[in-house]
């Protein structure tokens, strides 16, 4: 049975190790790895997983084949995969300098749609001064890239599997059922927007009922409602139902995603669930000082809107950056129109997911070149 | 030591105990990704090739060469002999020379580079005159010097020359790219 070690440092939010999790799950449960995920912050994960007990022995065996811990085995294992921001520690990275047949070793980066990225996935860096070859795996959605990692519970599903629990959601709030509005999961950072999303929304006139998981848009979207937000509590706004969910684990989240008629999201957990379930979404990206981000944002809006009408293509566009440079008016103009396109978009976010499935699942391409380089 | 973002094309580093050119280097960046710099680099050993990419604040020694003025002497096959002021001979082959063999003419003037005392370039100058052996007959009326026609020069080799040139004309060589830059003065 192979071996592989994952290292994972938890910089700020859950999703550093939200995919640190899933990637590791994958390869355990789909792939026949025994994996060692090692985590700096094992609180962020617990609360993701919540049968990894913290307070026990470490490494633990959270799924079968899956083990837990703060650190590494000390014999290197075969494949070694820095997840994001992770590094290695130097007495790690010495034994797999030392180790007879040396680890294939990968840098599990973000993914972005920018057109460099290609060009980069999985090229050499050989290390300067040791016996190691390092390589670059990009996650994305274009050709040459490491395509996605997706699915809940079970990493590989086969994308028709959750798509299927898409149209039936099992694990919606109960408030949901038996309701013909629209759901819509709103799971931002902080978003000075919001209030133009509350009020474009309400302009919409067709009622709403949004989603709001505890997270970093509470306190903002309180004060614009004017209101205390508590978990399990529905309370309207105009035409608006606000319903807070309480913090919840990562499967029950994915199924959430799938789940709703829009998903608001984040980062790249939630964004990756939203995008493989074939779900409308609108994303907030990670924001960072010197405006890198929205290079990033404006390569993904003008990937996913390839084969959409010009008109919804525009609205598309115009809201992300809307959304995402923090207009409020712009994204008051912008979210009715996009609403309107809804069933449009249904239908696009459904190809676009079958197209990010023709790349392999991330777990699997890493995989297959782990077969090709050992 | 260099870290990878400040690296540029010329520069030579080492990876394990092999130095390597640095042929172009990009750098990238976006979002939350780690900015890396992705480099085409060559061997100065073995002259291999390879497309790499690394975390722009990765370390590298990077290493000093020595160079010489030295005046290339004659062929012995299959190396190549130069001579340096001070009368040592160094030889150099013809892979490490490339199309640049084309250019020498004896007692010119170069500069060669050397690692642990071996040359493993020689950079010739960046302009030769050589004259027109063979080539069709001169087209005229076309002084452009966008119509181009092959031409042979003196001691063989060929190349692409504008329309316009005669045979018995000298010409002007860029030894970088090995095209024609203009008629010799």
Redo the contacts between chains.
Sequence with gaps: MPRAVLFCTVVDNYGDAGIAWRLARALAQNHGFAVHLVVDHLLTLAALVPTLATAGPLPQEVLPGLWVGAAPPSAPADLVIEV??AELPQDYLAAMAAAPQPPVWL?Y??L?A?D?VA??HL???????L?LTRY?FYPGVQEGTGGLLWGGRDATRPLANIQKSNEHPSPRPSSLKGEGGISILLFPYENAAVSGLLAGLSAYGQGAHLLVPQGRIWPQLSACLNIQLEAGRTQAHGPLQIEALPFTDQDTFADLVAGVDLACVRGEDSFVMALMAGVPLLWH??N?EDG??L??LD?FCEDYTKGMRPALARVFTDLHRAWNVYDRAGVQENIPKYMAFLPELRAHAQGRAEKIKKLGGAAQNIVDFFGKVR | MKIAQELRSGNV????NEPWVVKKA?F???????A?M?MKLQSLLKGTL??????AD????DVILDKKDVTYSYFADPAYVFMDSEYNQHEVDAETLGEGAHFLDEGMACEMTFYNGRGISVELPTTVIREIEYTEPAVRGDTSGKVLKVARMVGGLELKVPAFCEIGEKIEIDTRTGEYKNRAK
């Design positions: 994001l921001t840098v980066e973000h972005s920018e460099w060009g980069c090229k050499p860096s050989p290390h300067p001064r016996p670059f990206i990670y960072q890198a981000h290079a990033k390569a | 580093i080492m990876i394990g990009e990238n960046k976006s979002g939350r990704n780690a890396v992705k390879t497309e790499t990419v690394y975390k990765e370390k590298f020694e």
